[in-house]
């Protein structure tokens, strides 16, 4: 079935790093692919989407481009802030629209 | 402009114990779907609604009953609530459409004792 993986957390990095962290799916046909962040205490919420290949989404100085050849939706950041502290989950809609499935999501911590 | 709402916001049971937990949303969502958060396991479908008058199972269905109201209501039940259910609970919405984001309530946090 439909699937994701994404990189083991927690990732730790200094204020105005560069942020990676990836994400690799499996599924059929051509699901849209997200990003949602949870920060503390809170629900999810969207940070951006693609829904074809090459496509890329963008939102707060993130991005993340669909890559069909290599099934992945790697989520970057060129300059990392305090608040950019959170879960991050990588997910896709799959081809019936029947749901969202998530990967396991990755623990980012800013510090100054 | 409340989006999706869950209540409680906070429960704990004792083992054996029943309760049902509430969602509703004023988007005019045909689907609806209840997750369970857990360390280290990321979000996991319990059971979903494509529409009202229609449930079905996720992942996870085990010791969990749903109910689709009407199209603003889904609630997610715990006739006999056991520890390994102790997790965070989140409902969300969406269009029925492919690239349409979900929108999540703000969870509710359930611990069995």
């Known amino acids: 079935g439909d699937s994701v993986t994404q990189m083991e957390g927690p990732v730790t990095l200094s204020e105005e790093a560069f942020l990676t962290i990836n994400c690799t799916y499996t599924a059929t046909g051509y699901p849209s692919l997200f990003w949602y962040v949870q920060y503390p205490g809170e629900g999810l919420q969207l940070l951006l989407k693609a829904t074809k290949a090459d496509d890329k989404g963008s939102n707060k100085g993130f991005e993340a481009t669909y890559r069909k050849e290599t099934t992945s939706f790697h989520l970057e950041k060129g300059s990392v802030q305090v608040s950019d502290s959170a879960v991050y989950f990588c997910a896709l809609f799959n081809q019936a629209g029947t749901a969202l499935i998530f990967g396991k999501g990755t623990t980012l911590s800013v510090s100054s | 402009n409340a989006g999706v709402t869950q209540t409680p916001k906070f429960q704990v049971l004792k083992t054996g114990q029943s309760m049902t937990l509430q969602c509703a949303q004023d988007?005019?969502?045909?689907?609806m779907y209840w997750y369970r958060q857990d360390p280290g396991m990321g979000l996991r479908l319990i059971y979903y609604s494509a529409s009202e008058g229609t449930t079905d199972k996720g992942e996870v269905p085990n010791g969990y009953n749903v109910s689709r109201l009407n199209k603003r209501e889904f609630s997610l039940r715990l006739e006999s609530a056991a520890p390994s259910q102790t997790s965070v609970y989140f409902c969300?919405?969406?269009?029925?459409?492919?690239?349409?984001?979900?929108?999540f309530g703000q969870g509710t946090r359930l611990t069995v004792v």
């Open positions: 969300a919405s969406s269009r029925r459409r492919q690239g349409l984001e979900a929108f």
């Open positions: 988007m005019n969502h045909n689907s």
